[in-house]
């Protein structure tokens, strides 16, 4: 049977791998495996394992099976995974590790480590990753910092099987824990707003920050944290003779070895393979399971693009389905979006209206909770709304057009009709007006938008697949990859909804502007 070793710090050294895949007799003990590993390899890993005389393990010495802690005279069994860690002041210097639900045990050191504790990484600790999803999925509470450190997990892994250089994998590893810290309070709900006010979006963001050209800390914040001695993302990347400029154009796909690019954001990336383990965890959603192993093995390099061997199609096939029926169930669901859209127009309220803590230069540098505190210290509207959002007081549906599949001419229409944050909020604002209500209780919702502009990796299925030695999209051997292409991901074309006391007369209004 098969079982999978994973050695940390003074043992990966020694046996040269992050990960082994191993043959081993049925009914075998974790003991059994460590007393083969000691005779294959030097005498250094015995030394570092066992007490001397070989009888006993050494003290502090960590093993666990499958993520939990284990005893050595534990049996193994098929697909098992068992991970040694070294003693207390054993193996790499300044070395964590971190218990992950998800990936089970992570090592983190050196760089990885470093950018980790910068300010820019921890303030996403206060960045839920789904938003308001906890409305529908009481369960999703995670947040980016976790997910960013579970993206630099899997490159590690990919790196090993890529066999990447060491300057490689450095700037994919920075890429990964930093492609995030320009993120918004609640991650995408307030996207639109950035775009009206800022011009760009929050990976162009990141990349600002990572170059130095702006900062995600106020001035009063970045002086004590001078004070303290903390280092920026900035200073951290100069430490190991990063260049930030590098790291960018990795996030943005301008990177002059496009592979390097694809593995963190493409048609196939270790950002979409960790969210959809990590999001369907947390909702307890099951559709977003994904066969990482797999993936990870038969991802390769051809030509200078990212490819998957052909033995690999199957384990893409379930990635995409589980990536479509997670924006369908999760993503785009409705209650989500009611909750996220209200709270983006509290927030437009606050800036236009001025003079409370709220603004256009400092809305998308706050946390989750600074956000909610500012919005509930402003009368009227903004108050309302967070009173509406704490006790899950939602906006009800007046009005709905429903899926359907979509002609390039239409998405098209859509895209005029419906794109950015002012063309939105004129019409709602015009439907509330038709209707007799006040404004910001009626909201439009055309999440088709939001994915033609900011998901384009939906539409993305043609993954190259190495077949005799020539790439051929996946669409050419798989009809499951065919009939993604075609779905649309939101379960709603467009939906208007409103104050509950409001909805017969939206419902009325809305028929009338939006037909």
Aim: proline share 4%; aromatic share 6%; hydrophobic share 40%.
């Amino acid at each position: 049977m098969k079982v999978k070793l994973r050695p940390w710090g003074v043992f990966q050294e020694i046996i040269g791998e992050r990960e082994l895949s191993m043959d081993v007799p049925e009914n075998s003990t974790i003991r059994s495996l460590l007393d083969h590993l000691a005779n294959k390899h030097s005498q250094k890993f015995r030394d570092e394992l066992f007490q001397p005389g070989g009888r006993t393990i050494k003290p502090y010495i960590k093993i666990l099976l499958n993520g939990h802690g284990a005893e050595v005279g534990s049996r193994l069994r098929e697909g098992d995974v068992v991970a040694i860690f070294p003693p207390v002041g054993g193996g790499l210097p300044d070395e964590k590790i971190i218990h992950d639900p998800v990936h089970g045990s992570m090592c983190l050191s050196g760089l990885v480590l470093d950018l980790v504790d910068a300010p820019e990484v921890q303030r996403l600790r206060s960045i839920r990753q789904l938003g308001l999803a906890n409305m529908a999925f009481p369960g999703a509470n995670h947040t980016r910092f976790e997910h960013a450190l579970g993206v630099a997990h899997l490159v590690e892994r990919l790196g090993s099987e890529l066999k990447l250089s060491k300057g490689e994998l450095n700037s994919l590893l920075a890429a990964a824990v930093l492609h995030d810290i320009g993120h918004a309070p609640y991650s995408h709900t307030l996207e639109y707003l950035m775009a009206e006010y800022l011009k760009k979006d929050h990976m162009e963001l990141t990349c600002e920050i990572i170059m130095g050209e702006t900062s995600i800390c106020g001035p009063e914040e970045l002086e004590r944290l001078r004070k303290l001695g903390v280092p920026s993302v900035v200073d951290v990347l100069a430490k190991y003779g990063i260049s930030s400029r590098e790291v960018a154009c990795l996030l943005l796909g301008k990177h002059r070895k496009p592979y390097l690019g694809h593995i963190i954001h493409g048609e196939i990336d270790v950002d979409q393979i960790d969210f959809l383990l990590r999001d369907a965890h947390f909702t307890g959603v099951a559709l977003g399971m994904v066969d990482v192993d797999r993936l990870l093995r038969t991802l390769i390099v051809h030509r200078n693009r990212l490819a998957i061997a052909s033995k690999g199609v199957e384990a893409v096939e379930g990635l995409l389905t589980a990536r479509a029926l997670m924006y369908t169930s999760v993503y785009y669901h409705h209650t989500v979006r009611i909750a996220e859209l209200m709270l983006a127009n509290a927030v437009e309220f606050a800036i236009k209206r001025g003079g409370g803590r709220i603004n256009r230069d400092n809305f998308y540098l706050l946390t989750d909770s600074e956000l909610l505190e500012r919005l509930g210290e402003i009368r009227g509207y903004p108050r309302e709304i967070v009173t509406r959002l704490r006790y899950r007081q939602l906006f009800k549906t007046a009005y709905v057009e429903e899926r359907r599949e979509l002609s390039q001419a239409e998405k098209k229409r859509i895209l005029k009709t419906y794109s950015g944050w002012s063309r939105v909020h004129e019409l709602q604002s015009k439907i509330a007006d038709n209707a007799g209500v006040p404004r910001g209780y009626v909201i439009l919702d055309v999440p088709i938008v939001d994915i033609l502009i900011s998901e384009p990796r939906l539409e993305k299925v043609e993954v190259p697949v190495l077949v005799e030695n020539k790439l051929v999209g996946l669409s050419e051997l798989s009809p499951i990859a065919s009939a993604l292409k075609k779905r649309q991901a939101p379960r709603y074309q467009l939906r208007v909804v409103a104050a509950a006391e409001y909805v017969g007369e939206v419902k009325k209004a809305a028929k009338k502007i939006l037909l």
